[in-house]
């Protein structure tokens, strides 16, 4: 079964300072894998996603994450974080199975930016 | 292109009663997924429907929860006789197929809450 662990569940930066949220994920074949993030009482936002190719993606609002195979990981990082980032962030997993592409979702990291 | 839609953002309900959630597609999009997000918790995936058919079931509790996307109209996510453990956020997301796997697109969420 597939399954996904953020194992930060609060991350507190000053602003202006980088950023990395861990994820592991478990899943028997190539994965397709997802970072969401979502605001208090929104919905989620895809900031990137991986299907194959270059291990490094770029995604929106100047993140980026790193898909390395050998340690399970799909790590999200940013240079340098602003106010705005603060927000819960949730790595998933998905991929082709025969029903479908439902996501598995880790259970979050909250992230909180210092002024 | 609007994006997902979910309504009501917000329902009440009382022990007992039926909560009936609503999610329209994006436009093109013929593929429905409907998650629950409990307080404090990632996303559980429920279950995932294409037009008049159910895929996956896998998520959906056995009883009193039900779901379908007929041919016109949005999809519906149907729960009766509700209890107070089923106070949470309905996500709703929809995606092109499987030209479009893995990229879900989530509406703003329906917020239910059991008295």
């Known amino acids: 079964a597939q399954s996904v662990t953020q194992p930060d569940i609060h991350i507190t930066v000053s602003e202006g300072a980088s950023l990395e949220l861990r994820c592991n994920y478990s899943y028997g074949a190539t994965p397709y894998l997802f970072w969401y993030v979502q605001s208090p009482g929104q919905g989620l936002q895809l900031l990137l996603k991986y299907f194959s190719g270059d291990t490094l993606v770029q995604g929106i609002k100047g993140f980026e994450a790193e898909f390395k195979r050998s340690q399970s990981s799909f790590n999200l990082r940013k240079p340098s974080v602003h106010w705005s980032d603060a927000a819960e962030y949730f790595c998933a997993v998905g991929g082709l199975t025969g029903g479908g592409n439902k996501l598995t979702f880790g259970t979050g990291t909250q992230l909180k930016v210092e002024l | 292109n609007a994006g997902v839609m979910q309504n009501p953002r917000h329902l009440v309900r009382r022990r007992g009663q039926e909560a009936r959630l609503r999610c329209s597609p994006m436009k093109g999009h013929s593929h429905v997924y409907w998650y629950r997000q409990l307080p404090e918790e990632g996303l559980k995936f429920m279950v995932y429907?294409?037009?008049?058919?159910?895929?996956?079931e896998s998520g959906m509790p056995k009883e009193r929860f039900s779901a379908e996307f007929p041919k016109e109209g949005p999809s519906i996510l149907r729960i009766q006789q509700v209890v107070r453990g089923d106070s949470a956020a309905y996500f709703c997301a929809s995606s092109p197929g499987l030209a479009g796997v893995g990229e879900q697109y989530f509406g703003p969420g329906t917020r239910l809450t059991v008295t």
């Open positions: 429907l294409q037009k008049e058919n159910i895929i996956d």
